[in-house]
């Protein structure tokens, strides 16, 4: 009888009963700890995280920062990197998605969400610890490379908190792009695949934008996209924060209210994004 | 009695393959029913219907008296799974990897670590407890995953082909495994495309084929359908085959079947081994020199083969997910002979 079989299972575990927010919590909890151990124990993926962007700050300031006038500004190794450094920012946020599509991918093709599928926990769990393991990850990643920053000549001019506040907003809009990172993760047929996925839009969505040379330098046709591109808005709002902004800010409505805009932007992705996640993993046909 | 796994008329489209044609089974409790078929068959999404993993088209099933499309919440708190992958995560340890899992199936932290410590020492894994899974054999990953889908003593367990690609002494190993939980009770489906781990195993069989179940019974039941018992024997002289035939027609159930070439003759008969005895003494008494003979039953083998056209190995791939490479395409023992 089925009464039997139930009096079974709960003879010696008591699975404790949880709902709504605690158990979501608790549970994102455990699958978010079993992803942090596993970064510490493939630093490899931190330490390439890394590399990329450490490379991009002396390969654009050094190579570059000499030819890139910003207006207002001579053109110099200097201004560049004051301009240069939100933007490498923004962009090592937004590549962590690359991390959350391929670990996602990965337990696809292993089985492991098929296990969590077929535990009694809360459905979100597996992508919200995923993500926010990666935004450990990019915390971390942020730090050093702001480290880095800071000896090549990057300065902030507006404050401590104001700083503080351009890092939330990075963070905001890492977590923000997990999300997407999640969706593809779990829509591709294998981590190869989720890994370049996850990686080959950003170029151009980090590309036309504010981040490396000024938009007004762009054609007119593509100015409009490149302001209301969220990125750009991240982009803006750090150099606000950071004092890096060198001359007037642009005349486009998203650059003259670029703090608003980039959460606005970061809140609708992740809502977005999200939910469409959580809803592909409850029906992963795996 | 209620069955522990009841499923009624399971249809599951995949795109233009049909992977579920309408699967009913039911399990009593505490019984173990063998599912089994060639890769695509409709073995593997059977399961995962039946662990909530995927939601049928149409049809109905109940694990543990429980709607597993109404509350599959509750049914996965009374269900372990493992699986055709050892799924593991290779960068946890062993014992983490139990806690985990006791965790989500939401025991407090004292009691998943109590637990996984059990689980390890019950499957010999306590000295690799600490090192990651990643430097873990096959088999003892294959151990591991069993292990996780035990951590909360379900009531009902299934897996999922959780012997393919392990060497013979880790899949004799596995099966004491098994039988040891049947013995405490655990109701079990399991599904595999081996006919000797369900002969062993499993208490009933479903043959299924192109998404239906196909066949159903013992493995002796099933065996019976296509035939009792034969006899087989070699003659040692060619001259000598018309004279063996002669001499076995009084015991012989039917015609009997002769290879002229290789000297062989096979007869249908019953009576068991004290036909045999009376055939050799026949025999002996005409002085007809034999090379070989022997009492031979139909096995599961012959079951699948007459049932679906084809071998175990033949058919690849029908609409679980295309996982073909994991699953080793194996050639059938025991080979059956013309006869």
Redesign the interface.
């Known amino acids: ?6 009096e ?2 709960i ?8 709902t709504g927010l605690a ?1 979501m919590a ?2 994102s909890w ?2 978010a ?2 992803n942090l ?2 970064m510490l ?2 630093p490899e993926i931190v330490v390439f995280g890394l590399m990329q962007p450490v490379m991009f700050v002396l390969l654009f300031s050094y190579v570059m920062g000499g030819a890139i006038q910003i207006p207002g500004t001579q053109a110099s190794q200097d201004a560049y990197i004051q301009f240069l450094m939100a933007g490498i920012f923004a962009q090592t946020v937004t590549f962590a998605t690359a991390g959350a599509s391929a670990g996602i991918a990965e337990d696809m093709t ?3 969400v ?8 809360t459905r979100s769990a597996v992508l919200v610890g995923r993500t926010l393991a990666d935004l450990v990850q990019t915390a971390f990643i942020l730090l050093v490379l702001a480290l880095v920053a800071l000896l090549v000549g990057w300065r902030i001019h507006e404050g401590i908190w104001k700083a503080f506040g351009a890092f939330g907003l990075l963070l905001l809009l890492g977590y923000a792009f997990s999300w997407i990172g999640a969706l593809i993760g779990l829509s591709v047929r294998s981590p190869e695949a989720a890994t370049s996925a996850g990686l080959i839009w950003l170029f151009p969505l980090t590309f036309v934008s504010n981040a490396f040379v000024p938009i007004s330098s762009m054609p007119g046709w593509l100015q409009p996209i490149a302001y209301w591109n969220p990125f750009s808005a991240t982009v803006q709002a750090c150099r606000d924060l950071f004092g890096n902004q060198v001359g007037p800010v642009d005349d486009a409505w998203p650059m003259q209210h670029a703090v608003p805009v980039s959460i606005g932007w970061s809140l609708v992705i992740t809502a977005v994004f999200s939910w469409l996640s959580v809803r592909k993993y409850r ?1 992963a ?2 | 009695m209620a069955p522990a796994i009841q499923a009624e008329n399971l249809v599951k489209t995949f795109g233009d393959v049909r992977a579920l044609d309408g699967v009913s089974l039911d399990v009593p409790e505490g019984t173990v029913l063998g599912l089994l078929g060639p890769n695509g068959a409709g073995k593997t999404t059977t399961v995962r219907v039946l662990t909530t993993l995927l939601r049928p088209d149409s049809g109905r099933a109940t694990v543990a008296g429980l709607d597993v499309l109404q509350h599959p919440n509750k049914v996965r708190s009374l269900i372990g799974l493992s699986g055709q992958y050892a799924a593991v995560d290779e960068y946890l340890t062993g014992r983490e990897n139990l806690q985990m899992v006791g965790e989500l199936y939401q025991m407090s932290a004292r009691d998943a670590k109590a637990r996984a410590l059990e689980l390890l020492e019950w499957f010999n894994l306590a000295e690799a407890a600490d090192r990651t899974a990643k430097t873990y054999s096959g088999g003892m990953r294959r151990r591991l995953d069993l292990a996780a889908a035990l951590v909360v003593r379900p009531p009902v367990m299934f897996m999922d082909e959780p012997t393919t690609g392990l060497d013979p002494r880790n899949r004799l190993a596995l099966w004491e495994v098994i039988e040891n939980l049947v013995d405490q009770g655990t109701t079990l489906l399991l599904t595999t495309q081996y006919l000797e781990e369900a002969d062993r195993l499993a208490h009933d069989i479903a043959v299924v084929d192109h998404g239906r179940v196909i066949a159903r019974g013992t493995a002796d039941e099933l065996k019976a359908t296509i035939g009792g018992e034969r006899i087989e024997l070699v003659v040692h002289r060619p001259d000598e085959v018309a004279e063996a035939v002669s001499a076995l027609a009084p015991f012989a159930k039917g015609a009997p079947a002769v290879e002229r070439n290789t000297r062989r003759i096979t007869v249908p008969v019953s009576g068991g081994s004290k036909v045999l005895a009376d055939v050799i003494r026949e025999l002996d008494a005409r002085s007809i020199e034999i090379d070989d003979i022997g009492l031979r039953r139909p096995t599961l083998d012959d079951v699948f083969l007459s049932l679906t056209g084809h071998a175990t190995e033949a058919d690849e791939n029908g609409g679980n997910g295309g996982n073909g490479q994991q699953k080793q395409a194996r050639g059938r023992h025991g080979h059956g002979k013309e006869s």
């Not at chain 1, 009888?1 to 139930?6: P, R």
């Not at chain 1, 003879?11 to 949880?18: E, K």
């Open positions: 009888m089925a009464t039997t079989a139930t079974h299972a003879g010696r575990a008591v699975p404790r009963q949880r158990a608790h549970d455990v699958v700890r079993r151990r596993r124990r493939i292993k089985g492991l098929d296990r969590f599928r077929s535990l009694p926990m029906s046909a795996g």
